[in-house]
């Protein structure tokens, strides 16, 4: 492709600026970098591309995407932008001739619930023949493609690089989690979602690499609204009136306890042996319907509703809604692990204040015997969330078991004196066992008939990351291999 057409909808200045150029490739990681393609320099968090143009140029790249002047060879042609983030998503969108066109395209924001309303909507539109792909914290699914991410929302050329092979395998809708990640770094500038899902909203995220405070996240969320052509929010949210007052587009409801286009009623928790099962009425254009889950709790409802509600624009079948979400199973979200002696462990991707309530509150509609909470913190991460976490355990739980979350380049032991610094401002029991293992299979051997373990934290994550390594570790197995 000429260099003209990749630059097509970006302003921009030039050095030795040559359009008919042949551009092989875009790339953003100068470890990659080859003859023929247009190197875009972007700022990291721990790095900046600019700082490797060089070394790009010495692998044979000639083209360069900046936002300041280099000092590059004369034979460079160097391209000046305000942005090079933007310039990268509106770059790669041309480069792959602009797939998100080809595709209903749904993008999902909000602190908790994305995946599992991405996978509800999966579900409910393959059951209707809509083949549809999947970009989220899971990773990266389509036809027989199972690939793993780095972050839920992924750089703009990846993006843009799978919706173009989702669109040539057949694919004729997308469902992307937009995070506020993602928005603040523009992964996804340029692209206008057909539908923008708005979950749920609480502080998170804050402090370290993420957000300087919670307004700038909220800011970071509200952009979605900006960037679809019909928006559905959860009107149950605290924070609806302030997500939804600056939409650029219609914005249509759902909810439960709220008057919304789409109501849920009628709610019913039940045990259909060691599942926790969930069934509800939902209220649309004046008929009410019924489905079932095998997922646990409110918060599963108000998911349900959120891919109801995208369903629903798409004129797919009631029918085909209520097959779809009875077969609906997320890994690592309210994951149920068989095992015996009348107790019951659940693994959960749970790592904030939102998400953790949520679990307690689901949990208390099922009546346990005893509740025990396993969990821990990421390492080079807030420590607003390991205080709040410890606190809010602490005062839910009938035991915390307090270990190890992928510490990453921090010390366990720091991480844990952080969470317990939440713990102690309750009168919870608790216990520190610094190794996962060892603590998974303390509260497993440990419980007694009727009582939930919850293992939280990892979720889907099938590794522990310690000092940049990222070691096997399998919570499922775990459990399955506990002598009862």
Same mark, same amino acid.
């Given at each position: 492709?000429? &260099?003209?057409?990749?630059?097509?909808?970006?302003?921009?200045?030039?050095?030795?600026?040559?359009?008919?150029?042949?551009?092989? @490739?875009?790339?953003?990681?100068?470890?990659?970098?080859?003859?023929?393609?247009?190197?875009?320099?972007?700022?990291?968090?721990?790095?900046?591309?600019?700082?490797?143009?060089?070394?790009?140029?010495?692998?044979?790249?000639?083209?360069?995407?900046?936002?300041?002047?280099?000092?590059?060879?004369?034979?460079?042609?160097?391209?000046?932008? @305000?942005?090079?983030?933007?310039?990268?998503?509106?770059?790669?969108?041309?480069?792959?001739?602009?797939?998100?066109?080809?595709?209903?395209?749904?993008?999902?924001?909000?602190?908790?619930?994305? $995946?599992?309303?991405?996978?509800?909507?999966?579900?409910?539109?393959?059951?209707?023949?809509?083949?549809?792909?999947?970009?989220?914290?899971?990773?990266?699914?389509?036809?027989?493609?199972?690939?793993?991410?780095?972050?839920?929302?992924?750089?703009?050329?990846?993006?843009?690089?799978?919706?173009?092979?989702?669109?040539?395998?057949?694919?004729?809708?997308?469902?992307?989690?937009?995070?506020?990640?993602?928005?603040?770094?523009?992964?996804?500038?340029?692209?206008?979602?057909?539908?923008?899902?708005? $979950?749920?909203?609480?502080?998170?995220?804050?402090?370290?690499?993420?957000?300087?405070?919670?307004?700038?996240?909220?800011?970071?969320?509200?952009?979605?609204?900006?960037?679809?052509?019909?928006?559905?929010?959860?009107?149950?949210?605290?924070?609806?009136?302030?997500?939804?007052?600056?939409?650029?587009? $219609?914005?249509?409801?759902?909810? *439960?306890?709220?008057?919304?286009?789409?109501?849920?009623?009628?709610?019913?928790?039940?045990? !259909?042996?060691?599942?926790?099962?969930?069934?509800?009425?939902?209220?649309?254009?004046?008929?009410?319907? $019924?489905?079932?889950?095998?997922?646990?709790?409110?918060?599963?409802?108000?998911?349900?509703?959120?891919?109801?509600?995208?369903?629903?624009?798409?004129?797919?079948?009631?029918?085909?809604?209520?097959?779809? &979400?009875?077969?609906?199973?997320?890994?690592?979200?309210?994951?149920?692990?068989?095992?015996?002696?009348?107790?019951?462990?659940?693994?959960?991707?749970?790592?904030?204040?939102?998400?953790?309530?949520? &679990?307690?509150?689901?949990?208390?509609?099922?009546?346990?015997?005893? %509740?025990?909470?396993?969990?821990?913190?990421?390492? @080079? !991460?807030?420590?607003?969330?390991?205080?709040?976490?410890?606190?809010?355990?602490?005062?839910?739980?009938?035991?915390?078991?307090?270990?190890?979350?992928?510490?990453?380049?921090?010390?366990?032991?720091?991480?844990?004196?952080?969470? &317990?610094?939440?713990?102690?401002?309750?009168?919870?029991?608790?216990? *520190?066992?610094?190794?996962?293992?060892?603590?998974?299979?303390?509260?497993?051997?440990?419980?007694?008939?009727?009582?939930?373990? %919850?293992?939280?934290?990892?979720?889907?994550?099938?590794?522990?990351?310690?000092?940049?390594?990222?070691?096997?570790?399998?919570?499922?197995?775990?459990?399955?291999?506990?002598?009862?």
């Amino acid at each position: 492709m000429k &260099l003209s057409d990749i630059l097509c909808d970006i302003e921009f200045t030039a050095d030795n600026y040559i359009p008919d150029v042949e551009i092989s @490739n875009i790339c953003y990681d100068s470890r990659k970098a080859k003859a023929g393609d247009a190197f875009i320099c972007i700022k990291g968090y721990q790095s900046d591309g600019h700082k490797y143009a060089k070394s790009a140029y010495d692998s044979g790249v000639r083209v360069f995407v900046v936002e300041k002047v280099l000092d590059l060879p004369k034979d460079a042609t160097v391209i000046y932008v @305000n942005n090079s983030r933007i310039a990268l998503a509106k770059a790669s969108a041309a480069f792959f001739s602009y797939p998100a066109e080809k595709l209903c395209t749904v993008a999902i924001t909000g602190t908790k619930g994305k $995946t599992s309303v991405s996978f509800m909507l999966k579900s409910i539109f393959e059951k209707a023949g809509i083949k549809t792909g999947v970009i989220g914290t899971t990773g990266i699914y389509y036809d027989d493609v199972a690939i793993k991410t780095e972050n839920s929302t992924p750089e703009s050329y990846e993006i843009h690089r799978h919706f173009a092979a989702m669109a040539e395998k057949g694919c004729n809708a997308v469902v992307i989690e937009a995070t506020s990640q993602g928005f603040m770094l523009n992964r996804t500038a340029g692209i206008t979602f057909d539908y923008g899902v708005y $979950t749920n909203l609480s502080p998170d995220h804050i402090g370290g690499n993420e957000h300087k405070d919670f307004d700038e996240y909220k800011t970071c969320k509200k952009m979605l609204f900006s960037q679809c052509k019909l928006g559905i929010a959860n009107i149950d949210s605290a924070y609806f009136e302030e997500m939804t007052a600056d939409a650029k587009c $219609t914005v249509k409801t759902y909810g *439960v306890e709220n008057k919304a286009d789409i109501c849920g009623s009628n709610l019913v928790f039940s045990c !259909r042996g060691k599942q926790l099962c969930t069934t509800f009425d939902y209220a649309y254009e004046g008929k009410t319907f $019924t489905v079932d889950l095998n997922i646990p709790g409110k918060f599963s409802v108000h998911n349900a509703l959120a891919a109801i509600s995208v369903a629903k624009e798409l004129n797919i079948s009631e029918k085909n809604i209520a097959d779809a &979400l009875s077969e609906t199973f997320v890994k690592g979200r309210m994951e149920t692990v068989p095992i015996s002696g009348g107790k019951t462990v659940i693994i959960d991707y749970a790592h904030n204040e939102l998400s953790v309530q949520s &679990l307690f509150d689901t949990m208390r509609l099922y009546s346990p015997e005893k %509740l025990t909470v396993v969990f821990g913190c990421g390492g @080079n !991460r807030s420590k607003l969330r390991r205080y709040s976490m410890g606190e809010i355990i602490g005062k839910n739980a009938d035991l915390s078991v307090i270990t190890s979350d992928n510490p990453r380049f921090e010390r366990v032991d720091d991480i844990i004196e952080d969470i &317990l610094v939440g713990t102690k401002r309750t009168d919870g029991k608790y216990i *520190v066992i610094k190794d996962r293992k060892e603590a998974i299979e303390y509260a497993v051997k440990n419980a007694i008939p009727g009582e939930v373990v %919850l293992i939280i934290g990892k979720g889907h994550q099938l590794y522990e990351e310690i000092e940049g390594v990222k070691h096997p570790f399998d919570e499922r197995e775990i459990v399955k291999n506990i002598a009862i």
